[in-house]
């Protein structure tokens, strides 16, 4: 799988251009009140998206940043090279292609990852609708993570553990209270993924 390729091989020592990218979405208003009120939808975004996407893809028709950031990021469509370009500035196509976001096909773009937002944060995590999922594909934001992130008492730690991280969404949910988080996870994607997405949000001490 081309997505698998790419991550595999994900240059985590490039932070500014990371930084800049979680900027650009910043500015898009990527974020899950507004794509919630965009896409008309109260409960969690699921990520199995798939029944709803005829509708939602007509919610979300539109030239703005934000709107063409949902359709390649959350409902997977290829956007122009024309429609990149505006959505990104000022930053550059080469630079998320770089580190693994999206995949130049041509006279368009296609997005290697889904960006999941869930409340301050932007999770990147693969695909759940692949017809032929590898067997380290990393699951996004599910219910169960949900569920276990609502019920987790957040008080100080000077230590958490958190163990078979995923796409390390947890993990970035301690940092917030913890002095150190440490991540474990038998799938090396998982751990490169879960290092994306701490270095996507700005959190250290991972």
């Known amino acids: 799988m081309q997505a698998l390729e790419d991550l595999a091989s994900l240059p985590l020592d490039a932070p500014l251009k990371i930084r800049r990218i979680r900027e650009v979405l910043n500015r898009a208003g990527y974020s899950e009140p507004r794509i919630k009120q965009l896409l008309d939808c109260d409960g969690a975004m699921h990520r199995q998206r798939w029944q709803t996407v005829?509708?939602?893809?007509?919610?979300?028709?539109?030239?703005?940043?934000?709107?063409?950031?949902?359709?390649?990021?959350?409902?997977?469509?290829?956007?122009?090279?024309?429609?990149?370009?505006?959505?990104?500035?000022?930053?550059?196509?080469?630079?998320?292609?770089?580190?693994?976001?999206?995949?130049?096909?041509?006279?368009?773009?296609?997005?290697?990852?889904?960006?999941?937002?869930?409340?301050?944060?932007?999770?990147?995590?693969?695909?759940?609708?692949?017809?032929?999922?590898d067997l380290h594909q990393v699951m996004g934001i599910a219910a169960s993570s949900r569920t276990l992130a609502q019920a987790t008492i957040r008080r100080h730690s000077r230590a958490t553990l958190d163990l078979g991280t995923g796409c390390g969404v947890l993990a970035l949910l301690a940092a917030a209270h913890s002095e150190q988080v440490v991540a474990v996870d038998s799938n090396p994607r998982a751990l490169r993924m879960a290092k994306l997405n701490a270095q996507l949000n700005g959190l250290t001490g991972i």
């Open 54 to 133: 005829s509708l939602d893809l007509r919610r979300a028709r539109g030239g703005s940043p934000l709107k063409i950031l949902v359709r390649l990021f959350l409902l997977r469509q290829a956007v122009s090279l024309d429609e990149i370009g505006r959505a990104i500035k000022p930053t550059l196509l080469e630079d998320w292609v770089e580190v693994g976001l999206l995949q130049l096909n041509r006279s368009s773009v296609i997005a290697t990852v889904e960006l999941c937002p869930y409340g301050n944060l932007v999770v990147a995590a693969d695909w759940s609708d692949d017809a032929q999922p």
